[in-house]
């Protein structure tokens, strides 16, 4: 990693988190229930922590185009470190709030995996509008860009939202409230 760039540390975090929830997807037909039910809270626990990188990568882009100097100044490996630990430890303490207060825990979740969205809109908005105003920026550059942030953004929606619609559609069944029933 150069100095000064975070980006990097930030991909190959969500690499080895997309890494551990692929080997914890590949034995869940073929084990008994105590270790199947180990293997989904770590493959919950590694889908929150790729949804925060998402989000750090995406945040670490609009920041070197909309604010390139404080980026260059502020930024250091140090602070990436800090919030790769903040990324990894997140999770387990909302795990933790969602165990005390189990009512609340089937909010928590599809809460924290909702929060990212506006987020990616906003990086992908000001993004857009940074660099439509910049000049001395080469067009294949602003393409490649903009594209970083539509990919994190495409991403998301694909995989995550479903997911998130799922824990919302199996809590609003739960407590009678959905629409559709099943039989």
Same mark, same amino acid.
Request: charged share 10%.
């Given at each position: 990693?150069?100095?000064? $760039?975070?980006?990097?540390?930030?991909?190959?975090?969500? %690499?080895?988190?997309?890494?551990? $929830?692929l080997?914890?997807?590949?034995?869940?037909?073929? #084990?008994?229930?105590?270790?199947?039910?180990?293997?989904?809270?770590?493959?919950?626990?590694?889908?929150?922590?790729?949804?925060?990188?998402?989000v750090?990568?995406?945040? =670490?882009?609009?920041?070197?185009? *909309?604010?390139? #100097?404080?980026?260059?100044?502020?930024?250091?490996?140090?602070?990436?470190?800090?919030?790769?630990?903040?990324?990894? *430890?997140?999770? %387990?303490?909302?795990?933790?709030?969602?165990f005390?207060?189990?009512?609340?825990?089937?909010?928590?979740?599809?809460?924290?995996? #909702? %929060?990212?969205?506006?987020?990616?809109?906003?990086?992908?908005?000001?993004?857009?509008?940074?660099?439509?105003?910049?000049?001395?920026?080469? *067009?294949? =550059?602003?393409?490649?860009?903009? *594209?970083? $942030?539509?990919?994190?953004? %495409? /991403?998301?929606?694909?995989?995550?939202?479903?997911? /998130?619609? $799922?824990?919302?559609?199996?809590?609003? #069944?739960?407590?009678?409230?959905?629409?559709?029933?099943?039989?």
């Amino acid at each position: 990693v150069k100095r000064d $760039q975070g980006a990097p540390v930030y991909v190959i975090n969500l %690499l080895f988190a997309d890494l551990i $929830q692929l080997c914890t997807r590949i034995p869940m037909n073929s #084990l008994s229930d105590d270790i199947l039910i180990v293997l989904i809270v770590i493959w919950y626990f590694c889908y929150f922590v790729s949804v925060g990188f998402m989000v750090c990568i995406s945040f =670490e882009r609009y920041l070197v185009i *909309a604010m390139p #100097l404080w980026y260059r100044f502020r930024r250091n490996i140090k602070t990436s470190v800090v919030v790769c630990v903040v990324v990894w *430890a997140l999770p %387990l303490l909302l795990s933790l709030f969602a165990f005390m207060l189990p009512v609340m825990g089937s909010y928590i979740f599809p809460g924290f995996l #909702l %929060l990212p969205f506006p987020l990616f809109i906003f990086f992908l908005v000001g993004t857009i509008k940074t660099l439509s105003g910049a000049l001395s920026v080469p *067009a294949d =550059e602003k393409r490649r860009i903009v *594209a970083i $942030q539509v990919v994190v953004l %495409l /991403i998301y929606a694909l995989l995550y939202l479903p997911i /998130i619609a $799922q824990l919302l559609s199996f809590d609003l #069944l739960d407590k009678g409230l959905g629409l559709v029933t099943l039989v």
